[in-house]
């Protein structure tokens, strides 16, 4: 069996990469990527919002409800609050546990026929990234008609996908807030990627009671995810102040709640942190899409699960998650893109200052007059003075929309708070210069 995977790229962005050139076609792709209308999910958070979330859909007058997960889930009993809710409401349900790391295609068309079967009209994704992703594919294509195949690719449907929902029980992926789907070709070894952002899912519970009993390995896994992604939805090229505000809600989250569910899994507010901390990440890197470290874990890919990838390709990685803070990895990562934004704004006129050395080297006329130096006291020039001072206050109000939707303003703003502490006790941090930096810092 092979190990290595590729990610089909589809045919269309491939012919625009070789006629007009990679750089220009990052660019083009990040403009459009910022102007796209993409959907937020409603979301549901605390103990209990996968039952809230059942209550939900049962008075929104569904006839039969699909809920795709993975045999590990079911046999766990995760889906009980879920289920009693449907049942307590009328609303029939049928469940689908056969999605496996990666989301193949023979068993995302078991998962197609079977809907069909029982004439579903909504669909539950409960679980990991890999039933996540099956289940917005089988949406799609029940809608549609179509075999997943026909829908690699962006923008392949001519209809949005059946009504979906979604229950995480893990704290990585962020595929609840995310607009793509990647399902696997057993037969050619290649990742599939589908791609719409109707694929949103309208709702979304996170519900941390869900995920106390993961093993530490994946926890550690999918923290570390999580991390990555926002860490390269920061440094990317198509970063914004908005997906900034999310990347650094998310590492400043992650930073105070990893070790902590790592030692004591059974800490649902550490673990509801680390939920809405891997949501964050999701809606950072949505906008402005990860990096090379994920483009050089798909290489590594199937079968791998894609939370393990980075801890095979740099397993020290990991386990310095549960170092102390001082030696913490995604602390120094956050730092030297701090310092890396800073220095991008000081360095912002350096071509000029190299053209002006070379200019002062050149021999000069005999006559001409000495080149003028700007009065003492005088306010510097725009690069000449350095960092503009300033700050950017970084805001809790991303996380108070999840204690609004949970009924509880107070524990949204008490979240909001706890966001900016985490962010705070990142010591010697410069401070965030305001507008647009440069980007590529390194950690």
């Not at 719409?196 to 390995?217: F, H, I, K, Y």
């Not at 390709?313 to 310092?339: I, M, N, W, Y």
Request: aromatic fraction near 4%; proline fraction near 8%.
């Amino acid at each position: 069996m092979k190990t290595n995977a590729m990610t089909e790229v589809p045919g269309g962005v491939a012919d625009m990469m070789w006629s007009v050139g990679l750089s220009t076609a990052k660019r083009a792709a990040g403009v459009v990527t910022g102007l796209l209308p993409i959907p937020q999910p409603t979301l549901l958070v605390g103990p209990g919002s996968s039952r809230r979330l059942g209550e939900a859909l049962a008075g929104f007058g569904y006839r039969n409800v699909l809920i795709v997960t993975d045999r590990v889930v079911a046999q766990k009993g995760l889906l009980s609050g879920l289920i009693e809710a449907l049942d307590a409401g009328g609303t029939a349900h049928v469940v689908f546990d056969a999605i496996t790391p990666d989301a193949p295609i023979p068993l995302i068309e078991k998962g197609i026929a079977f809907c069909t079967k029982h004439g579903c009209d909504a669909v539950v994704a409960f679980g990991g990234g890999s039933p996540m992703d099956a289940a917005k594919t089988i949406a799609l294509a029940v809608a549609n008609r179509k075999h997943p195949r026909k829908l690699v690719g962006y923008f392949k449907g001519l209809r949005g996908p059946l009504p979906l929902y979604a229950v995480p029980t893990t704290a990585g992926t962020g595929s609840e807030v995310t607009v793509a789907a990647v399902v696997s070709e057993p037969d050619t070894n290649r990742k599939l990627v589908i791609a719409d952002t109707r694929l949103v899912p309208s709702m979304a519970a996170l519900d941390p009671a869900l995920m106390t009993g993961l093993p530490r390995e994946v926890t550690a896994a999918t923290g570390m995810d999580a991390l990555t992604h926002a860490v390269e939805a920061f440094v990317g090229l198509w970063a914004s102040p908005h997906t900034d505000r999310m990347a650094l809600a998310a590492v400043g989250m992650i930073y105070a709640n990893l070790r902590t569910v790592y030692r004591n899994g059974r800490d649902l507010a550490a673990r509801e942190r680390m939920a809405l901390a891997a949501t964050f990440a999701g809606l950072a890197f949505t906008r402005a899409n990860v990096g090379y470290v994920h483009a050089i874990a798909h290489q590594l890919g199937w079968p791998l699960p894609h939370a393990a990838r980075p801890r095979q390709r740099d397993h020290a990685a990991v386990r310095a998650a549960l170092r102390e803070p001082g030696d913490h990895p995604a602390a120094r990562c956050a730092r030297g893109a701090r310092r890396g934004r800073q220095a991008g704004r000081a360095a912002r006129g350096a071509r000029e200052k190299v053209h002006r050395v070379r200019r002062s080297a050149q021999p000069r006329p005999r006559n001409s007059p000495p080149p003028r130096r700007p009065a003492r006291g005088g306010r510097p020039g725009p690069r000449e003075g350095g960092v503009p001072r300033g700050r950017r206050q970084l805001s809790g109000s991303a996380v108070h929309v999840a204690g609004a939707v949970r009924g509880d303003p107070a524990a949204g703003a008490a979240t909001g708070h706890r966001a900016e502490a985490a962010l705070s006790r990142d010591r010697g941090a410069p401070p965030l210069p305001w507008g647009k930096p440069r980007r590529g810092a390194r950690c």
